[in-house]
């Protein structure tokens, strides 16, 4: 057979084969009627929104003569070669042709001039103002001439090298995702395949030693004859899974804390299912962290622990403080919050999606489902940063027709996990739309009125400078909701890198100042800047509040019988 028939005869093999894709995605979403009309709900919301601010806009006629003026002197400088603009979506060479580069530079002219008119629009309350902001962004950011092949060079020269070949690969790749995403377009950012919990992934040695509904806690085996006498429980966010602080031997927080000489416990969340819809935010508490305190302090035979909750962990672990306070409970001698709201004054771009009318849209959603989806979390966050995790991988996967590269932080974040509607419900409308945790006696847990400013435990608030999740202020304002002494430290990078960001990386810098001053800004004018990771740091922190030593604790000699192998069975759970 010769090479035009072969390829002749792949070619109607891959036709036949997205064929059948195709129906299937069509039946997909057909079986999504329910979601597409809560989207559509969704989609209603934003337009009232644009609306009120257009309608703004037609009251101050100056505001849209300026916005006309800079598009024409922008066109006119396009066209006389006065201006370029750079943006890494179009760094290929491809974009310097003649035509194309007029393209790039008329978008970026028009997306930058847009934004500031939006920035303009008066008489807006701040909230309507940002969600406003915010979609007018993500429209900026998808009608981007890279996003679409007749309007994108380097994306056309491809289907002349390949003969089309780049766009039968892509809406290949496109079916594939809307199959596994059961109808959501969860885009492919990495080889799904390169990565398996427990074989190069979450492979830090230990045993899961305890096991409810809720949660399988991990001991991890000792690397050190001798360990710290208290030992430390970590409360990871069950947004996603517990392994980003176990990713790989190198980048490990667990491996490396267990080298520092901790008995080092870590809390592994159930990815939830419909049977979990009546588990709330009581429940994340007292069978998830306090069923937690308690295993550990069995096992180990201590009286005390200390504790580290991560972004949403650590709102719970302060919710159980304040809670453990309350009952004067000292089980927990000292916490570590790591980009962790508990005032949530400003919740930065997240508040675009949490206005009351979306939340009883999203309740609704939730009840009939039981739960809320992980896929489409995933596909919200990922929006937050849409321009690297969105339309990115639509130019390389569905133009390009290539595969993305295997990354393992990428895997971890497409490894969604669901929230239970009870939980989820109540944590949203509770703490980031009414912002009650911060209020003395706003929340009330199992019967019980907490407060923060009970909390009087030694703390330590890690933030990150380039959070776009935990903004690093207002985390700034929960630090100060503390009755005890707290050392705030502010990271380098943002929301994941800056806290994944290993002793001797060399990586990124940090911001001490042991004082808590009445501002964030206060604070950060006095600080004093530290190159390189804040590990050791808060490692030396640590270990000033647990300097007695014993011999290192056999998990498999404790006081609980090991159930099985690290990382067990709830982590391995996906999204069916």
């Not at 709330?280 to 180990?300: I, K, Q, R």
């Not at 019967?447 to 380039?466: H, M, N, Q, T």
Request: hydrophobic fraction near 40%; charged fraction near 25%.
């Amino acid at each position: 057979m010769s090479t035009y028939e072969t390829q002749h005869k792949e070619f109607i093999e891959s036709i036949q084969k997205l064929s059948e894709q195709m129906q299937s995605a069509a039946e997909l979403m057909k079986s999504n009627a329910d979601r597409l009309w809560f989207d559509f709900q969704r989609q209603s919301l934003m337009a009232k929104d644009m609306t009120e601010a257009f309608s703004r806009l037609s009251e101050h006629p100056e505001l849209m003569q300026e916005y006309q003026l800079k598009l024409t002197e922008g066109l006119q400088a396009v066209f006389q070669h006065q201006v370029q603009f750079n943006d890494r979506r179009f760094n290929d060479q491809e974009w310097q042709q003649p035509g194309f580069q007029q393209l790039k530079d008329l978008y970026l002219n028009f997306e930058a001039t847009t934004k500031d008119l939006i920035n303009k629009i008066p008489d807006l309350d701040q909230d309507t103002h940002e969600r406003v902001k915010f979609f007018t962004r993500q429209w900026l950011s998808a009608v981007a001439p890279s996003n679409y092949l007749l309007t994108n060079p380097v994306a056309l020269a491809e289907t002349q090298r390949s003969g089309g070949m780049n766009l039968l690969l892509g809406l290949k790749n496109y079916l594939e995702d809307l199959e596994r995403g059961k109808g959501l377009n969860t885009i492919k950012m990495t080889d799904l395949e390169a990565f398996k919990p427990g074989k190069n992934l979450a492979v830090t040695p230990g045993k899961v030693i305890f096991q409810n509904d809720l949660i399988q806690l991990i001991q991890y085996t000792p690397t050190t004859k001798k360990v710290a006498k208290k030992p430390l429980l970590i409360v990871p966010p069950w947004i996603n899974k517990y392994y980003i602080l176990d990713l790989t031997p190198e980048n490990s927080l667990a491996k490396w804390v267990v080298e520092q000489g901790q008995t080092l416990f870590m809390i592994s969340w159930v990815n939830p299912d419909s049977s979990h819809r009546d588990k709330d935010f009581e429940s994340y508490m007292t069978e998830g962290v306090l069923a937690a305190v308690e295993a550990v302090l069995e096992t180990t035979g201590e009286q005390s622990l200390n504790a580290l909750g991560y972004c949403l962990g650590g709102t719970l672990l302060g919710s159980t403080l304040a809670y453990m306070a309350a009952k004067n409970d000292k089980r927990i001698a000292s916490a570590t919050f790591f980009t962790t709201l508990l005032d949530f004054t400003y919740p930065g771009e997240l508040g675009c999606f949490l206005s009351q009318e979306q939340l009883d849209i999203l309740d609704q959603q939730m009840q009939a489902e039981g739960i809320l989806d992980g896929r489409a979390l995933a596909l919200a966050y990922n929006m937050l940063r849409e321009k690297d995790l969105h339309w990115n991988y639509h130019v390389n996967n569905y133009l390009m027709g290539r595969q993305p590269p295997k990354f393992d932080l990428l895997y971890w974040n497409a490894d969604a996990t669901n929230l239970p509607a009870a939980m989820h419900s109540f944590y949203l409308k509770n703490m980031y739309l009414e912002n009650k945790l911060k209020e003395p006696g706003g929340i009330e847990l199992d019967g019980v009125s907490i407060d923060l400013r009970k909390i009087d435990i030694p703390c330590y608030f890690l933030s990150a400078e380039k959070d776009h999740i935990a903004l690093w202020k207002s985390t700034y304002l929960g630090a100060q909701l503390m009755g005890g002494e707290v050392e705030y430290v502010l990271a380098g990078s943002g929301h994941v890198a800056g806290v994944i960001n290993p002793a001797d990386s060399g990586k990124y810098c940090f911001f001490t100042n042991s004082k808590l001053e009445k501002t964030a800004e206060e604070w950060r004018e006095k600080a004093e800047q530290t190159d390189g990771s804040w590990w050791s740091h808060w490692m030396e922190w640590l270990n000033n509040n647990n300097s007695e030593q014993v011999d290192a604790r056999d998990p498999e000699k404790g006081q609980l019988l090991p159930l099985e192998d690290a990382p067990g069975a709830y982590v391995r759970k996906t999204i069916g």
